[in-house]
């Protein structure tokens, strides 16, 4: 590669990120590829990063961790992978040997991490993305002929999150599920629901109202509901008869919204969470759990479901798309941080382009 610097947007420290010159990424180990970033997109785990708020990363670093690469350089021992492939890239690696990793929690894999969060790895708001170990199963996937990069991107952060948290939940056919806080992850929460575990009954809750607006017009809500304008006890009481939903979907991590998702969800259902919660001790209703046989799950995704949703969007069964609301080059990443970040302009997703020079 000729290109010895290249634009990423880097977290200097708390509060303070920029788009800056950066090396370009070269391999370092045999099984790396080196891929150049043809579609990225803002996860607000990465606006957290920025502000501070996810401590156990460390800086300067490059920020980033959705994208879809075309792959321009691989190591000598990679198998899997040629010079000109195009993938959607697993928003973190891991090794598959160490403890964590043989125990299932890739997430917390000793030789791995989340690409431009925890560990070590630099992240993909950049032109270029080193992927380590990239023949592991799981890490990349090859962008199906006819599909776009477009098609794909949210597939292994936005829709496993939401799988995970709905697997977590044992959603089954003809349940009911309440999803808390319709932002990326809870409209895929929505989506998958409908389409993928084929709920009876899906009602969305959010205090921005563009966003219900958006799960009822995409058909993937049945009943919206706004705490902000309705009385959230009132509006499931008539929603489910009084007894509440079978399991609730949890994604803001706060504590007002853990106790509404023990007050919805009905006796013996499970409240399922996916949120990284910014405050790190929160209080719970633990009391009403008790007598409700309330189940409470929680965790880091590890992409499970991912070749199944996979088919799902090739099929046509799956559509993100109205997700993705904007989108602009690299150049313009500043504004996609304020925007994105402080939910203004209808915003659900910022993609992000190549550089243009
Ligand atoms: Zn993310
Ligand atoms: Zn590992």
Redesign the pocket.
Known sequence: MEQTTMKALVYHEPNNYSLTDVPVPQIIEPTDVIGRVTLAAICSSDIHTVKGEVESTPYPKTIGHECCVEIVEVGSAVKNYKVGDRCVVKPGS?????L??RLGL?AM????GVFGSVGKLEGCHAEYIRIPVADMEGQLYLIPEGMTEEDIILLPDMLATAYFGLNNAQLSEGQSVAVIGVGPVGLSACLLAKKMFKARQVIAVDILQYRLDLALKEGIADIIINPATDDVAQKFLEATGGLGVDATIETPGLEETMAMAVAVTRPGGIVSTVAIFADPIIKLPVVEMIVKNHQLKMGIQVCEGVPEMLELIKDGTLNTNFMLTHKAPLNDIMKGYEIFGNRQDGCIKWLITPYER
């Open positions: 891991h090794c598959g040997e160490c964590m990793c890739i894999c000793e030789n791995g």
